[in-house]
């Protein structure tokens, strides 16, 4: 009875690692290739420190757990949660797949929308969300409507 019992411990045991090194492998998978992201102590500091080209980042949710998402009882349309300072030396060629772009498709009328390079085919630079489900395949990153590809992400805690 003590031998099963130790097994059985063992062996659950052994599956709480593997649970966990399986989600700490997700987690470097999801963060893999993704620029900088420095956490401010608030969304001033984080403004700042981002300097003027900075572009603002709404909180959707599109992109958590990389940007979080507006807190409950706040518009995320409205919300800016980041700050993302496009490179000044990278142009729409310089794209690769795991590249976050900032592209004008005007979701929300005068804002730009940030999101993952998943895939490039004939019409332009498929995108997608970190946390959402599906790529955008509606609309393509072409040169047209490419902004930049950020160097780095300013966040905060609200």
């Known amino acids: 009875m003590n031998l099963k019992r130790s097994l059985l411990l063992a062996a659950l045991a052994l599956g709480l690692v593997v649970v966990l ?24 500091e984080a403004r700042t420190l981002a300097g003027l080209g900075a572009v603002a980042v709404l909180g959707t949710g599109s992109m958590a757990p990389y940007i979080a998402a507006a807190p ?35 979701y929300v009328a005068g804002s730009n929308t940030m999101h993952q390079a998943a895939q490039l085919d004939a019409g332009g630079w498929i995108m997608t969300g970190l946390g959402n489900k599906a790529y955008e395949n509606k609309v393509r990153v072409t040169a047209e409507n490419f902004v930049g590809i950020v160097s780095r992400v300013y966040v905060w805690t609200p």
Do not use: C, F, H, W
């Open 21 to 44: 090194g399986l989600a700490l492998r997700s987690e470097r998978v999801l963060t893999a290739g993704l620029p900088l992201r420095i956490v401010a102590k608030t969304q001033d």
């Open 72 to 106: 409950a009882g706040t518009d995320p349309l409205a919300t800016v949660m980041a700050y993302a300072v496009p490179s000044t030396s990278l142009r729409y060629t310089d794209i690769t797949a795991g590249a976050l772009v900032i592209y004008s498709i005007n």
